[in-house]
Every structure is written in structure tokens, then in C-alpha cells.
């Protein structure tokens, strides 16, 4: 064909260097719309092939081999067959373009692995397991070790050196590659660490206040963790940074299926006081306590009796406070609370009074993790526990506002 369209250019009055030079444009038009052609061919044929038989196949694999463009990979291949078997009508330079053909295979063959790793690490995600040890960051340990072979072949076969002359070349730059991928290399380590010792998770909730990360894991790679902060915001963390620094997972938390309470309130000590006998009769009637009251009362009376306690003088004599019964009574409140665990720590104890007054903390478990849920059982408890607070004489303390100096004013 090549030979008929040079004689035609001859005979149409085209000679010499004009003529060999449309010439070859022609040979070069005709493979590159030969080579487009089959390319855009081949892509039709395998996309639609594989369509119909990813509808028809009951496996995952398929699909996410179609979805990361595995097939479309393979079609970019027939070019570099047409390129090198029309490589011949350039004599003088067929060894330079075969070798170019070559290079460009090795490019897509390393497109097409990084289609098939994505495709794998695609299906792993589909396994609880992922979220136990995510692969991510192994990946693209590989992915990278293949760039570099593939860079190494490329360099080789466009020069024609072989693979072992630039291998050993590049063993006197180590100390360059160990600086341009340190990064890298910490990642790549930081994770084997992470994963040997099962310190994330992909779904962790885990707090870091040196990176303001206050969220879930939702991505873990070769060089980063992405957090998703309760406020939507993104942090990226170094994994290395998991292992040299300290943060907070709160997996244990979850994996118990109860979330701790820890919250106090402070009494002013003004209104601790003794009980009388109004006090306790009014005691006696909350349901909660009513069996407590009636114990206690003939406790300290025996008490009294046997120690022959002067009752004119309460200091004399043991007696009840308003702030131990009320004590009694939250914790027989939270007993009943059915949104608490009753199986985890559930107690109300007195911390070291301070200048805010005397603390009482509630120490529990919800039997909920979901943060709404939590925050709902948490308010109700303490709404209760503030409204209930006069019934037994005693008072919360706060500092004094503008309003109350201009009272005593």
C-alpha cells in the first residue's frame, strides 16, 4: 500500500524529498488511525462482553474489576500490538520504536496491576475483617514497589541496558531513596505496628488533641489516617504519629455496649445539717428511700441506746444528714433508672470539698453508646436530680451574679 502511494505521488509529478516525506506522514496517519481504532474497538467489545456477563454473574469480583476500569486497561494493549507490527515499515528506526512499544506496555501493564490491586483491596473492604486489619497502606507499599520496577524497565529498555546494570546502580543511591520516601518508609512500618498490635480500626472513635482529632477512623493508608471529627471536619494523622504519641480509643467503650456517666453537683455546705424528726418523717414517705429511713432510724436508735448517747445535743448522739440521705437517694434512683447498666460500676460518692462547695458525683454506665441516646438519659437524670434537691433542704451552689449584688446592695 505504502509502495502504491509513493508511485501514485511520483506519478501525480510528487518526487524526491517531498514525496518520501508525505509519504511517511501517510504510513504514520494510517497507524495512528489503525492503532485508535482498535483501541476504541476493543475498549467497545470488552466493556459490553463484560457488562453482560457482570449482569449475569452472581460474584463480586466482576464488578469491581468493571468499576476500576481493570478491562479498559486491557484494551489500551492492541495499539502497541499495531504500532509493533507496522514497526517494520520504518526500517531504520524499528529497534527505537519497538523498544518504545515495549516501554509503553509496561506502563499499562503497571496501570492494569494498580486497576486489579484497587479491585482487591475493593473486595477486602467487603469483610468485617477490614475493618480489623485494613490493607490499605500494604497496597500501596506494593503499588510503589512495582512503580519503581516498572519506572527501572522503562529506563532500561529505552536505553538497552538490562535490568541487573541499573539495579546495581541504583543500590549506590539508597541513601537518596531512604530521604526522598522516609515518609514512606515510617508509614509503611508505623502500620505493620498498628496492625500487629491492633491499635485502630477503621470505624474507631479515638481523640488526639495534639492534631485536634476528635472522631472516627475512616481511612487508614501508607502515610495517613483520616479522622472524621464530630463536626464533619477532616484531620490526617502520620500513622507513625499513633505510635510516637499518645491519643485515646474509645473501642472499649463500644465493644461494651455502655457508656460511662461521670458528673458531680455542688452542694453548698451552708445547707448540710442534722435531721429532726419533721425531716425524717417527710423522708420516710419517698417511695425510694421509705425502706431505708425505717432501718436506718432503728439502726442509730439501738446505736444510741447502747453507747447511751445524750439526745439533748446533737453533736452527742449519731444522727442523719440531709446530704447522706440524699446521697441514698440517688443511688436507689439510679438503680431503677432501667436506661442504666446494672451490671458495670453504678455508685454516688462524695469527692474533696472545694471552693465550689462539696461535690456528689454519679458514677455509671448507660446501656446505649449512640451519643444522642447518652446525652438524653444523662440530662434526664441530673434534671431530676436538681429538681429534687430542695425536697431535702439543701441548696446547689453558684458563684453570685450581678442580679444578687444588686439584691444585698
Known amino acids: 500500500m505504502f509502495e502504491f502511494f509513493n508511485d501514485w505521488l511520483e506519478t501525480n509529478g510528487v518526487k524526491g524529498l517531498f514525496s518520501d516525506v508525505l509519504t511517511t506522514l501517510f504510513i504514520i496517519g494510517i497507524i495512528a488511525l489503525v492503532s485508535y481504532l482498535s483501541y476504541k474497538i476493543s475498549k467497545v467489545i470488552l466493556q459490553r462482553t463484560m457488562k453482560h456477563f457482570v449482569e449475569k454473574s452472581k460474584t463480586r469480583w466482576d464488578d469491581v474489576l468493571l468499576k476500576r476500569g481493570f478491562f479498559v486497561r486491557l484494551s489500551m494493549f492492541f495499539p502497541a500490538f499495531v504500532i509493533y507490527g507496522f514497526s517494520s515499515a520504518f526500517a531504520d528506526y524499528q529497534d527505537i520504536i519497538q523498544r518504545c512499544v515495549f516501554s509503553y506496555m509496561i506502563f499499562v501493564s503497571l496501570l492494569t496491576l494498580n486497576a486489579f490491586l484497587n479491585a482487591f483491596t475493593d473486595m477486602y473492604s467487603y469483610h468485617e475483617v477490614s475493618r480489623q486489619r485494613p490493607i490499605k497502606g500494604y497496597v500501596q507499599v506494593f503499588k510503589i514497589f512495582f512503580a519503581i520496577i516498572a519506572v527501572i524497565s522503562i529506563v532500561g529498555t529505552l536505553i538497552n541496558k538490562p535490568f541487573g546494570y541499573l539495579i546495581g546502580g ?163 434512683y439510679l438503680k431503677r433508672n432501667p436506661r442504666l447498666r446494672k451490671d458495670m460500676t453504678l455508685m454516688v460518692r462524695q469527692l474533696a470539698n472545694n471552693e465550689r462547695g462539696l461535690p456528689l458525683e454519679i458514677y455509671a454506665f448507660t446501656n446505649t453508646i449512640i451519643w444522642v441516646e447518652y446525652e438524653a438519659i444523662q440530662s434526664d437524670i441530673f434534671d431530676h436530680i436538681l429538681a429534687v434537691l430542695p425536697i431535702f433542704e439543701l441548696k446547689l451552689f453558684q458563684n453570685p451574679t450581678g442580679n444578687e449584688f444588686k439584691i444585698i446592695h
Do not use: H
Open 170 to 332: 541504583i543500590g549506590a543511591m539508597t541513601a537518596v531513596f531512604s530521604l526522598v520516601f522516609k515518609d514512606t518508609i515510617l508509614g509503611f512500618v508505623a502500620s505493620i505496628q498498628l496492625s500487629a498490635n491492633d491499635m485502630v480500626r477503621i470505624g474507631d472513635w479515638i481523640e488526639m488533641p495534639k492534631y485536634d482529632a476528635d472522631g472516627e477512623i475512616v481511612d487508614i493508608s501508607l502515610n495517613t489516617v483520616k479522622v472524621q471529627n464530630w463536626d464533619k471536619t477532616i484531620t490526617t494523622i502520620p500513622p507513625y504519629a499513633l505510635i510516637s504519641d499518645s491519643f485515646k480509643n474509645w473501642r472499649g467503650m463500644q465493644a461494651s455496649g455502655g457508656r460511662r456517666i461521670k458528673r458531680s453537683i455542688f452542694i453548698d455546705m451552708n445547707s448540710i445539717k442534722f435531721c429532726d424528726e419533721q425531716m425524717i418523717k417527710k423522708f420516710s414517705e419517698i417511695r425510694y428511700i421509705s425502706e431505708y429511713i425505717t432501718s436506718k432510724v432503728k439502726e442509730i436508735e439501738e446505736y444510741n441506746r447502747l453507747m447511751g448517747a445524750d439526745d439533748s445535743n446533737p453533736v452527742n448522739s449519731r444522727r442523719l444528714t440531709n446530704v447522706g440521705t440524699f446521697r441514698i437517694y440517688i443511688l436507689e
